[in-house]
């Protein structure tokens, strides 16, 4: 059936590490990725999006880029900062439906 | 300001006693939805509506209800609860479900079933 994998956590980074969080997906037809982003005690937040094979989502200084091919859409930043720690979910939203599936989460700390 | 409000925020109850989990939005969003978070297994949608009078079945309906009558309130209904239910449950909402929108969360609502 469809569904969203994500890398195993706790992942612990000094500051200004480089970011890496893999993220792979089954699914029929052509879905949506996204990356949601929940900080302690909130509800999640919408990080970056792609809607079509080889488009890249940005924000804040994270990207990912939808890859077709090996069915991936892992999240990446260049150098995190402690305000990053947080749980870092993968999603899909299955085309032609209004279903969300969301991966497990991987939750990120930053040491200074 | 642009909300999604869950009531109430801690809630522990006995099995089998009917409860409700209210949600509301503030944006005139047509797509609501609900999900529970549980460790090792993520979000998992429970129910979703695309407007009034229009739901339908996420991914572990089983043991929920809802209902929307108007277009900004969509509650959750567990009618008899059970200790598998206990959980972190997040109401969602977005303009029209589309993928091209973000979900708007609540904040949460921790329910503890003894």
């Known amino acids: 059936g469809d569904s969203v994998t994500q890398m195993e956590g706790p992942v612990t980074l000094s500051e200004e590490a480089f970011l890496t969080i893999n993220c792979t997906y089954t699914a029929t037809g052509y879905p949506s990725l996204f990356w949601y982003v929940q900080y302690p005690g909130e509800g999640l937040q919408l990080l970056l999006k792609?809607?079509?094979?080889?488009d890249k989502g940005s924000n804040k200084g994270f990207e990912a880029t939808y890859r077709k091919e090996t069915t991936s859409f892992h999240l990446e930043k260049g150098s995190v900062q402690v305000s990053d720690s947080a749980v870092y979910f993968c999603?899909?939203?299955?085309?032609?439906?209004?279903?969300?599936?969301f991966g497990t989460g991987t939750r990120l700390k930053v040491l200074a | 300001e642009a909300q999604v409000t869950q009531n109430p925020r801690y809630l522990i109850t006995v099995t089998g006693k009917k409860l409700t989990v209210t949600c509301s939005q503030n944006m005139n969003h047509e797509y609501m939805s609900w999900y529970r978070q549980d460790p090792g297994l993520g979000l998992r949608q429970i129910y979703y509506s695309m407007n009034v009078e229009v739901t339908d079945k996420g991914d572990v309906p089983e043991g929920y209800k809802v209902s929307r009558k108007e277009k900004r309130n969509f509650p959750l209904i567990l009618e008899s609860p059970s200790p598998n239910q206990t959980s972190l449950y997040f109401c969602a909402s977005s303009l029209r479900g589309s993928a091209n929108e973000k979900l708007f969360f609540g904040s949460g609502t921790q329910l503890s079933v003894l």
């Open positions: 999603a899909l939203m299955l085309s032609g439906t209004y279903k969300y599936i």
């Open positions: 792609a809607t079509k094979a080889d």
